[in-house]
């Protein structure tokens, strides 16, 4: 077995409660951003520009169409896997990162509110990316912690995407 110092106990997720749950949050957190981009402030925006209904829920259902998809990937995420990395940190560091760089493409490209094929892409891409990202975080979560702390973390994981998607929200509608 092997001994950890007392100081570095603390910077592992199964043994530190403080750093399991912030993790949790934070991840959580960062799930907002797409979901209230292109879910509440990029419909307001083009429909406030003169977009149709139609253009509207073109974006939108491109967009929730990978949250349909989810169940699928759990199979991905237990079948492939890079083990020096453990099962699920790959999964969920390649997620992060394409929710990064949808969300930037989307920053560099600036589409208009017409230009629907481009935004529903971009949609798609990063909501893609945050289901992977919450199957991972979820298999992760069951894996580094107690049963009895399973409840109040869904609540704070829960919460903490609410406040994501808010914020976003906010943001985009300032």
Excluded at 52 to 68: H, K, N, Q, R
Excluded at 137 to 165: N, T
Aim: one cysteine or more.
């Amino acid at each position: 077995m092997v001994r950890i110092p007392a100081q570095h106990s603390a910077l592992i997720l199964t043994q530190s409660k403080a750093l399991r749950l912030t993790t949790l949050v934070l991840f959580y957190f960062t799930q907002g951003f797409p979901i209230g981009l292109f879910f509440y402030a990029i419909p307001t925006w083009m429909a406030a520009n003169g977009a149709g209904t139609a253009e509207i829920a073109t974006v939108v259902s491109l967009g929730s169409m990978p949250w349909s998809l989810k169940f699928v990937n759990g199979f991905f995420i237990d079948r492939y896997t890079f083990l020096p990395m453990g099962r699920r940190r790959v999964w969920i560091i390649g997620a992060q990162s394409l929710i990064v760089v949808a969300l930037l493409a989307g920053a560099l490209l600036s589409p208009a509110h017409t230009d629907i094929l481009l935004l529903s892409v971009i949609g798609f891409c990063a909501n893609a990316a945050v289901t992977f990202q919450d199957v991972g975080i979820d298999s992760l979560a069951l894996d580094i912690m107690p049963e009895d702390e399973r409840a109040k973390a869904g609540g704070i994981m829960g919460g903490a995407q609410i406040v994501g998607i808010s914020a976003t929200t906010a943001a985009g509608g300032y």
